[in-house]
């Protein structure tokens, strides 16, 4: 079991920036697949970006692709989410995930409770 623990949300205004924050605990948490998505009100939860667990292959939405930067310090054990030129229609819950570096949540196996994102027009 892994445990995770977002951090870093906050309201922003449109053009600005926001880094989130996932730290991981238990089992071996370095070594798996780490991704984030995301839910609007009233909507799907969607796939927002993942990273393998040695950072070396990366994945984005395309309503995200050059402006979120998905990272990984396994030191640390602690995944970020650098969002840049945020819209807001990037207004969500973002939630983070662990298990296998895919767009689809069903593979990922743990998640944490989410932190909200709110950008202002």
């Known amino acids: 079991q892994v445990q995770l623990v977002e951090s870093g949300g906050g309201l922003v205004q449109a053009g600005g920036s926001l880094r989130l924050s996932c730290a991981a605990s238990?089992?071996?948490?370095?070594?798996?697949?780490m991704g984030w998505f995301r839910q609007a009100p009233g909507k799907e939860r969607d796939f927002v970006a993942t990273?393998?667990?040695?950072?070396?292959?990366?994945l984005y939405a395309d309503s995200v692709k050059g402006r979120f930067t998905i990272s990984r310090d396994n030191a640390r054990n602690t995944v970020y989410l650098q969002m840049n030129s945020l819209r807001p229609e990037d207004t969500a819950i973002y939630f983070c995930?662990?298990?296998?570096?895919?767009?689809?949540?069903?593979?990922?196996?743990?998640w944490g409770q989410g932190t909200q994102v709110t950008v202002s027009s």
């Open positions: 990273i393998s667990w040695s950072g070396g292959f990366t």
């Open positions: 995930a662990a298990g296998a570096p895919t767009r689809v949540a069903g593979t990922y196996d743990n």
């Open positions: 238990g089992r071996s948490s370095s070594s798996i697949g």
